[in-house]
């Protein structure tokens, strides 16, 4: 692997010797055409991996990178932002790591040629916000590493084309909420990495727990996702939160279409502008969240009350219905009892005028005679 290095710097030693001169053209064509068979003069190279690390980096025009390398390293630089045609002519780039810098925004087109790209490290940068192009076309990636940054959504789209994706990491952003529909399409992942966001843990996240229970069912792993709001689950992992907790969504939504215009619309599903139909005027927009505790717990009580309210209505509904039917029955039995008593009396009275009962009735009467 080092015999692609070394006769590079033999011959750029032996220019050196000959003509300073030289060498600057030579090196002004390496970095424009960036073709000669050599490594950028501030950067470290093993065959096709190069490593630009920590070198103070603020811009790679000059760089003059190689086509055909495989294995780029800018981590720890000043990088700040990267023109759209950076990396245009690296198909055969595998591991592309640009963590460390001050990037906050990427151009929509940056990513577009790498369709061998197997992992890519965003770590520790200044990102808010992903172009939902971005990603597209890399379906080779493997391992995506967006943790450290300033994300607060991840808008769904963004993740589509990443059929290959096992190793994601968001962690250390500044999400809340995530939509189920954008992590759907990741059929291959196995890990996930979530911790050190701002989770709320209500109705927003819910469809997103079942994905995560899903993704969970499926072998794969997700670290720990821990509320921060609402106050009575902070601290709690969501995937220990149970299901039931988060039932009063449906009964909300059933709410919500019963009463429409309902004194609380803003509530419901603010974080989630793609699935809410665009019936509800401006859209919702997911950071101005600061009345979600309160939404979360006006929603609680009139909830727990309402179920205490609906047992106490069955159960006297049925204590009723027992009372009335044991006071049929007793009612029953009271007039079985005196009708048969009745017609008892009147069968005695009746079969001593009819004659032959007499004999049948005569034992009886000497019987009781002869025991008193
Ligand atoms: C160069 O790469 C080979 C394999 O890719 C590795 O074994 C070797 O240690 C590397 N050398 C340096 C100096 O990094
Ligand atoms: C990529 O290569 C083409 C020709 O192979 C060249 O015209 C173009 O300038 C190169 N782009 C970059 C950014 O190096
Ligand atoms: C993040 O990057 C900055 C600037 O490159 C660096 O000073 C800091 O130590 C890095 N933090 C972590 C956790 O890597
Ligand atoms: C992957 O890299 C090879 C060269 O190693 C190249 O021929 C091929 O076009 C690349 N594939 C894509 C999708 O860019
Ligand atoms: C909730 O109510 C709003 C209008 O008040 C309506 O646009 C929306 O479709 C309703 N959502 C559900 C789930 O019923």
Redesign the pocket.
Known sequence: MRLFTRPYQSRQGRATESSPALLWLLGALAGQLGVVGGCPSVCTCNGTEVDCGGRDLVSLLALGLLPGIRTLVLS?N?LASLAPGTFANHSALEYLDL????LDGLPATLFRELGNLTELVL??NSLTSLDRGLLRGLGQLRRLDLS?NGLSTVSPGLLDELRSLTWLSLAGNRLHALERAAFEPLASLQHLQLGGNPWECDCNLRDFKHWIEWLLYRGGHVDAVECTLPKDLRGRDIRSVPVEMFNYCLQLEDDNGSSRGGNTPPCNRAASPSITPPSEGPPPAPAADASAPDCVRQRYRPVSVRRAIGTVVIAGVVCGIVCIMMVAAAAYGCIYASLMAKYQRELKKRQPLMGDGEGDADPEEKQISSVA
């Open positions: 720890n000043r963590s460390n810098n001050y770590r520790n450290l």
